[in-house]
């Protein structure tokens, strides 16, 4: 079946390193791939999205590229700031009236 | 309105109780999906609307837990004879169906179920 398998956390750097957050994913045809985020006290939000291979998506200096020849899709970010302190959820959708399904999530922690 | 409410946020209950737990989508959102998060972990399917139609509860983990959409607005989780493994967060979420790419889900802030 469909799954998303991410890296466990937690996660700790230190403010304005780089992050990578590894995510891989099993799934038949060109499922959309996503990242959540959930920050403290918060509802899951949107991060980023990419809908076919090679899409790079994009958002608040994170960025993650569709890999369809490795089933990938890390997190990246260049600098990371305190208010980046969350747990991200990797995730995927098969088609668009499907269900989403999540990763297990990884807690990231960002010392001052 | 303008995001998905849910309510109660937060609920105690006691082993045997009944609780349902209502998920207010976008208005216009045709969608509707229940999730299940429990402490530590990734949020888990339950079941997915369209409509009032459910065309999906392979998620349900028991035949305690039933949902309904009967307007295709406004949803009610129902969880029955609750147990301690219910406890969790649940997540409702909702989306307008796009013709192409990826629908995007709004979640709910959720709602915290406590089972003693």
């Known amino acids: 079946g469909n799954s998303v398998t991410q890296m466990e956390g937690p996660v700790t750097l230190s403010e304005e390193a780089f992050l990578t957050i590894n995510c891989t994913y099993t799934a038949t045809g060109y499922p959309s791939l996503f990242w959540y985020v959930q920050y403290p006290g918060e509802g899951l939000q949107l991060l980023l999205k990419?809908?076919?291979?090679?899409d790079k998506g994009s958002n608040k200096g994170f960025e993650a590229t569709y890999r369809k020849e490795t089933t990938s899709f890390h997190l990246e970010k260049g600098s990371v700031q305190v208010s980046d302190s969350a747990v991200y959820f990797c995730?995927?959708?098969?088609?668009?009236?499907?269900?989403?399904?999540f990763g297990k999530g990884t807690r990231l922690h960002i010392l001052p | 309105g303008a995001g998905v409410s849910q309510s109660p946020r937060y609920k105690v209950a006691k082993r045997g109780q009944d609780v349902a737990l209502r998920c207010d989508p976008i208005s216009g959102h045709v969608s509707l999906f229940w999730y299940q998060q429990a402490l530590g972990q990734g949020p888990e399917f339950l079941t997915y609307f369209q409509n009032e139609a459910q065309l999906d509860k392979s998620g349900l983990p028991s035949d305690r837990f039933f949902a309904e959409r009967p307007e295709g607005s406004v949803s009610t989780l129902k969880i029955q004879r609750t147990q301690q493994e219910d406890s969790a967060v649940y997540l409702c979420a909702s989306s307008f169906p796009l013709r192409s790419g990826a629908n995007v889900l709004t979640f709910g802030a959720g709602s915290r179920l406590t089972v003693l």
């Open positions: 995730a995927l959708r098969k088609n668009r009236d499907d269900k989403i399904i």
């Open positions: 990419a809908t076919k291979a090679d």
